[in-house]
């Protein structure tokens, strides 16, 4: 079993930035491939960002890496947004998968959530 528990969340102005960290715990999470996903008021589940067990190849949905960068560090997975704005806003999850196929579709574990919001 895997646990996710991000934190780094809260209210912040337009145009400022925020950074996540996603805290994996459980088995070994090195194979895993670890991403975000958010979910704006009355919308579904969207796919900000990923990073493969390497680290070294982050892949991102709609050009969502012009503001946002998804990294991780052994046991941690991060996702720096600048430049936010208020349609930024929304729960953000952690999730894990064996593959970047597999975090598309039907991520193995999630965390709780984190709440962002942009105040314009």
């Known amino acids: 079993q895997v646990q996710l528990v991000e934190s780094g969340g809260g209210l912040v102005q337009a145009g400022g930035s925020l950074r996540l960290s996603c805290e994996v715990s459980g088995r070994t999470f090195s194979n895993y491939t670890g991403g975000w996903f958010r979910q704006a008021p009355g919308k579904v589940h969207e796919l900000v960002g990923y990073?493969?067990?390497?680290?070294?190849r982050p892949d991102y949905e709609d050009s969502k890496e012009d503001r946002f960068t998804v990294s991780r560090d052994k046991n941690m997975v991060y996702l720096q947004m600048n430049s936010l704005n208020p349609e930024d806003t929304g729960t953000y999850y952690c999730?894990?998968?064996?593959?970047?196929?597999?975090?598309?579709?039907?991520?193995?574990?999630w965390g709780q959530g984190t709440q962002v919001t942009v105040s314009s």
């Open positions: 990073v493969t067990w390497s680290g070294d």
């Open positions: 999730a894990a998968a064996r593959s970047p196929a597999l975090l598309r579709v039907a991520p193995n574990y």
